[in-house]
């Protein structure tokens, strides 16, 4: 049973190691703590997307900043409470690490396949150019009961698609992570820089 949930949510990132580990929180006397990896784009720009690492997994007093990794695991969300409001929080989980020297150009540096549940209704619009988008939300079944909330984002075609989708229906994504800096607005004069992270549709198709 739980090998069959672990399927429905498969994430493989290659990239570097940019940060420190930070202690995150404990579970049964298992400590777990956040690093950043640096994820290279096709198109020289990159994506810097959090990994949740357990203490049993890696030496997290060790400095492996500019090491690179082989990242296997799950994208997962929890619900962290502030500003009197609930901010979803998205993080790859951890179930393997390989360190490599090197990461080959050309390779799929960064996939991840969904299998869930559309859990809002889709919000299809177009960019000033004509761009259409449609914004998606996707329930995935963990073990246990619980559920992740994955934000999707599909262009052209698949926005298309997605935009007469359904809550309720079942739907398999497959596509990519991406990081997304935008300016939250704190106070009338306070704005601070923050990051978003969401999946990037390549293929997507109703079960």
């Given at each position: 049973?739980?090998?069959?949930?672990?399927?429905?949510?498969?994430?493989?990132?290659?990239?570097?190691?940019?940060?420190?580990?930070?202690?995150?929180?404990?579970?049964?006397?298992?400590?777990?703590?956040?690093?950043?990896?640096?994820?290279?784009?096709?198109?020289?720009?990159?994506?810097?997307?959090?990994?949740?690492?357990?203490e049993r997994?890696?030496?997290?007093?060790?400095?492996y900043q500019?090491?690179?990794?082989?990242?296997?695991?799950?994208?997962?969300?929890?619900?962290?409470?502030?500003?009197?409001?609930?901010?979803?929080?998205?993080?790859?989980?951890?179930?393997?690490?390989?360190?490599?020297?090197?990461?080959?150009?050309?390779?799929?540096?960064?996939?991840?396949?969904?299998?869930?549940?559309?859990?809002?209704?889709?919000?299809?619009?177009?960019?000033?150019?004509?761009?259409?988008i449609a914004?998606?939300?996707?329930?995935?079944?963990?073990?246990?009961?619980?559920?992740?909330?994955?934000?999707?984002?599909?262009?052209?075609?698949?926005?298309?698609?997605?935009?007469?989708?359904?809550?309720?229906?079942?739907?398999?994504?497959?596509?990519?992570?991406?990081?997304?800096?935008?300016?939250?607005?704190?106070?009338?004069?306070?704005?601070?820089?923050?990051?978003?992270?969401?999946?990037?549709?390549?293929?997507?198709?109703?079960?």
């Amino acid at each position: 049973m739980t090998e069959k949930m672990i399927e429905n949510n498969q994430v493989t990132i290659m990239g570097k190691i940019v940060s420190d580990f930070e202690y995150s929180h404990e579970i049964f006397g298992e400590g777990f703590y956040m690093v950043n990896v640096q994820v290279e784009r096709l198109s020289d720009s990159a994506d810097l997307i959090p990994i949740m690492v357990s203490e049993r997994l890696l030496d997290v007093t060790a400095d492996y900043q500019g090491e690179n990794i082989i990242v296997s695991g799950q994208f997962r969300s929890y619900n962290r409470h502030e500003d009197r409001r609930n901010k979803l929080v998205l993080s790859v989980f951890a179930r393997e690490i390989v360190f490599v020297e090197d990461i080959d150009k050309g390779v799929k540096t960064n996939q991840i396949f969904l299998d869930g549940y559309i859990c809002k209704e889709p919000i299809y619009r177009k960019t000033p150019l004509g761009r259409e988008i449609a914004d998606l939300l996707l329930a995935v079944n963990r073990p246990y009961g619980k559920s992740d909330y994955i934000p999707c984002i599909c262009w052209g075609r698949n926005a298309r698609f997605a935009s007469g989708f359904h809550v309720g229906e079942r739907c398999l994504v497959w596509g990519r992570i991406q990081s997304r800096e935008y300016m939250k607005k704190l106070e009338e004069e306070q704005v601070e820089k923050r990051i978003a992270y969401e999946v990037s549709v390549s293929k997507l198709e109703l079960a």
